[in-house]
């Protein structure tokens, strides 16, 4: 069964540092991108980040809200993705969902993973 | 950012008629190659979104033919032709031409 199941979340004091993961099978994890969507309780959908395959050196891009204290990472070998998330502000908490990009471009999700809570507060 | 509207935000159909929800972008997602990058998710009642249309108004394999999306340019539609009690959710509308890619504020479909 294809698939993506996040684990990782939780509450963390605003500054603090939490990093999310995202287990993949189903697929050939290591051909597609990656990437983070959050959906703030009660609202819409806020893209995060993507991370590229390895041949495409796996280059990360993000949402200038995240840039500098979120990272993306890959393990092909585990079939991993991990979002490190540092400087929380109150404005992160959320669920945030792993998502395969289908066609490496554009941004067909296909497949979402059920999210991780993120709570950031004191 | 390309800003994403959709109309209207909230929606109440009888079962089997249509539905039609209206997303327009802020500047025109037709990318060089030909292709324009817009897709429709659902977001079904306490479920992750799925993906319902590609690149407009293509299909996602496993969508009923009752979903249909159209448009060009920096207007698009999604169409139901025959709604039914298991589309009740919240339909979002994304542009993946420019990042950062950016949603629609959603719209919710509820069957009377």
């Known amino acids: 069964e294809v698939q993506l199941v996040e684990s990782g979340g939780g509450l963390v004091q605003p500054g603090g540092s939490l990093r999310l993961s995202c287990a993949a099978s189903?697929?050939?994890?290591?051909?597609?991108?990656m990437d983070w969507v959050r959906q703030s309780p009660g609202k819409g959908l806020e893209w995060v980040g993507r991370?590229?395959?390895?041949?495409?050196?796996?280059?990360?891009e993000y949402a200038a809200s995240v840039r500098g204290r979120f990272t993306m990472s890959r393990d092909d070998s585990k079939n991993l993705l991990y979002l490190q998330m540092s400087g929380l502000k109150t404005e992160d908490t959320a669920v945030y969902h792993c998502v395969r990009d289908l066609h490496n471009l554009g941004g067909a999700f296909d497949i979402w993973g059920q999210g991780t809570m993120v709570t950031v507060s004191s | 950012d390309i800003v994403m509207t959709q109309t209207p935000l909230s929606l109440s159909v009888t079962p089997g008629q249509p539905a039609s929800i209206s997303c327009k972008s802020s500047q025109s997602l037709l990318f060089s190659n030909g292709k324009t990058y817009l897709y429709w998710y659902l977001q079904k009642p306490g479920q992750s979104p799925q993906l319902l249309i590609y690149?407009?108004?293509s299909r996602l394999s496993g969508v009923p033919d009752r979903f249909s999306g159209s448009g060009s340019g920096t207007d698009f539609t999604l169409e139901i032709s025959r709604a039914e009690a298991g589309d009740v959710g919240v339909y979002y509308c994304?542009?993946?031409?420019?990042?950062?890619?950016?949603f629609g504020q959603g719209t919710r479909l509820e069957i009377k």
């Open positions: 991370i590229k395959n390895r041949a495409n050196s796996y280059i990360t």
């Open positions: 189903g697929f050939t994890f290591s051909d597609h991108y």
């Open positions: 994304m542009q993946g031409l420019h990042l950062p890619y950016t």
């Open positions: 690149e407009v108004s």
